[in-house]
């Protein structure tokens, strides 16, 4: 069964960054693809990048691009999505996923990242 | 990037109905359309894949149609337990794209 595991939330400051991590189990994650997804408050789901297996080059959408780093680690198992440059708009819950071809089967607990000055 | 758009934004309906969401996509997406069932803060949940196909654990009530642009989540006897937020998302190209909800509500 997968289980991903993330970090607590966080308190970050307009103009800083943020750094969210899974810890996946249950999964062989070096062949696992892997996406962030977040949902601002009332709001839908939005992709935010994700990476096929940890050979590979992550993909961005085209609105975080430059913004976001996605990386892996192998020998822990852990995933992190990196979000610098924070504005207001970036309030969301961030959410690591799983599944095969941009089909999300196991999510992760999701990270509350909030923006205050 | 590729447009979802579900109605309606808002149902209300009581235990035992049959209810009907729809999802638009803004091209063609052949099968490729997932559903989610979302409760209040916790994440998304799929339901089901590739347009009609029942994820694993979920109740039969549950099932999905359509194919090309149009898609239908349809909960065939509602329970208590199915009072949620649904999201559609397309599958088909990257990136992924999901629609932006039908909250549905106790009548």
């Known amino acids: 069964q997968v289980q991903l595991e993330q970090s607590g939330a966080e308190v970050k400051k307009p103009g800083s960054s943020v750094k969210v991590s899974c810890k996946a189990s249950?999964?062989?994650?070096?062949?696992?693809?892997l996406s962030w997804v977040r949902q601002a408050p009332g709001q839908g789901p939005e992709w935010m990048g994700g990476?096929?297996?940890?050979?590979?080059?992550?993909t961005y959408a085209q609105k975080f691009q430059g913004r976001v780093t996605i990386s892996a680690d192998e020998s822990t198992s852990i995933a992190y999505m990196d979000l610098s440059s924070l504005g207001f708009e970036d309030t969301a819950v961030y959410y690591c996923?799983?599944?095969?071809?941009?089909?999300?089967?196991?999510w992760g607990q999701g990270t509350l990242v909030t923006v205050s000055s | 990037d590729i447009q979802m758009t579900q109605s309606p934004s808002s149902l209300s309906a009581s235990i035992g109905d049959r209810v009907t969401i729809t999802c638009r996509a803004s091209?063609?997406?052949?099968?490729?359309l997932n559903w989610y069932q979302q409760k209040p803060g916790k994440a998304p949940n799929l339901l089901i894949y590739?347009?009609?196909s029942l994820q694993s654990g979920v109740p039969s009530r549950f099932s999905g149609s359509g194919s090309g642009t149009d898609f239908t989540l349809t909960i065939s006897s509602l329970q208590p337990e199915d009072f949620a937020t649904y999201f559609c998302?397309?599958?088909?190209?990257?990136?992924?794209?999901f629609g932006q909800g039908t909250n549905l509500e106790i009548k």
């Open positions: 091209q063609t997406i052949s099968y490729s």
């Open positions: 996923a799983t599944g095969a071809t941009r089909t999300f089967d196991s």
């Open positions: 990476i096929a297996s940890t050979f590979t080059t992550p």
């Open positions: 249950g999964v062989t994650f070096s062949t696992s693809a």
């Open positions: 590739a347009a009609s």
């Open positions: 998302q397309q599958s088909y190209s990257t990136p992924p794209t």
